[in-house]
């Protein structure tokens, strides 16, 4: 197979929309599993609190897994942690989680985001300096990617899930000033990493499929997440979990430049809701495929996005850190098969 483009240029190229000499293998979010922790010695939780251990544990992506962009945010907590939630840190099997029994919050009037101390705490910095590490050890061969967690999420962390979606349903005057006022804590995260060496943001906003509707995307988020694309100058990626069919519409008005989406959607019906005004990336299912089926059965699932035309392949959110190996490298490998199948068909 002849190959044209640095995995970065592929990258940058499909983000874009525009042509590349094969489909990248991306993952807008964690691909770190404890066997790659094993492999490199950088296990969880330090390598979510240490840069040199966050930025090696991100390189295996590339280098052992063979995927064309590498991302060091393995957890959603890091601008959450910097804010002052309180973080369960877990050990090396477990992610970080935000303790949401214990919010920081109660009203909009509470939220007074110190933006300068936010960007300084030790776990943002964490992120910016393995962002640089990379940048620095794989050069400009390699897609680096980014997180930045918006405001619906963080209206998760800080109020609680619960109390947030009671507040949705009776206030919406309140609710929209909760997403207003932490909203430039998105804005300037996410530019802080570009600044570092980051190529493209993950955009986690988690008006997922089960606890809202897509009207709710349409009448909180969707001129937000405009903002947020005209604001930071790299292209983005929207992750939203679950059944998101009804909201793709919307979400391709945004202007973001690709929405990275879960199994629960198929992948034609998926390119005929965005009607190719925004890329697609994803779908490979984490629980039941990458977990716990076999090589072939990951290949079945990205062959389907291809053939559908969807333009990044990946696993659909941050996969199982049980996950087997020789599981995630079928995704690279099954564009590589896919590929020469067609360029054989045409020669
Ligand atoms: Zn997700």
Redesign the pocket.
């Known amino acids: 197979m002849t190959t044209t483009m640095t995995s970065r240029e592929r990258v940058l190229a499909a983000l874009r929309g525009d042509p590349v000499d094969r489909t990248p293998a991306v993952n807008p979010?964690s691909i770190a599993t404890v066997e790659l922790m094993d492999l490199v010695d950088a296990p969880f939780p330090d390598a979510n609190r240490e840069p040199e251990l966050m930025a090696r544990l991100a390189a295996c992506g590339h280098t052992e897994l063979g995927f064309d962009s590498v991302m060091p945010v393995f957890s959603i907590i890091q601008d959450s942690s910097a804010l002052g939630c309180k973080i369960q840190w877990e050990q090396k099997d477990n992610w970080p989680t935000v303790k949401m029994t214990e919010p920081i919050y109660d009203s909009p009037d509470d939220i007074d985001v110190d933006t300068d101390a936010v960007l300084d705490h030790p776990d943002t910095q964490c992120v910016v300096d393995a962002i640089k590490i990379l940048r620095r050890e794989l050069g400009e061969d390699v897609a680096i990617i980014g997180k930045t967690m918006g405001p619906w999420s963080m209206g998760y962390h800080t109020f609680g899930v619960e109390p947030f979606l009671l507040m949705s349903l009776d206030d919406q005057d309140k609710t929209k000033l909760v997403l207003e006022r932490l909203k430039q804590l998105t804005i300037d995260f996410g530019i802080m990493q570009i600044e570092a060496g980051a190529d493209a943001l993950t955009l986690?906003d988690h008006a997922t499929g089960d606890l809202v509707s897509g009207e709710y995307y349409h009448r909180y988020l969707e001129e937000l997440h405009q903002e947020f694309a005209e604001a930071i100058p790299a292209p983005l990626i929207l992750?939203i979990?679950g059944r998101t069919v009804d909201r793709m519409p919307y979400i391709a008005n945004t202007g973001m430049a690709a929405f990275h989406y879960d199994s629960k959607n198929d992948p034609v019906e998926s390119m005929e809701a965005v009607d190719g005004r925004i890329r697609l990336v994803g779908n490979v299912n984490n629980p039941e495929t990458l977990f716990a089926r076999g090589p072939d059965e990951v290949k079945a699932e990205v062959k389907a996005n291809l053939a559908a035309g969807v333009q990044m392949v990946g696993p659909e959110?941050?996969c199982p850190l049980q996950t087997p190996l020789e599981n995630l490298r079928a995704i690279p490998e099954a564009v590589l098969e896919w590929t020469e199948e067609r360029e054989r068909a045409a020669a």
């Open positions: 979010t986690p992750h979990c959110c941050a």
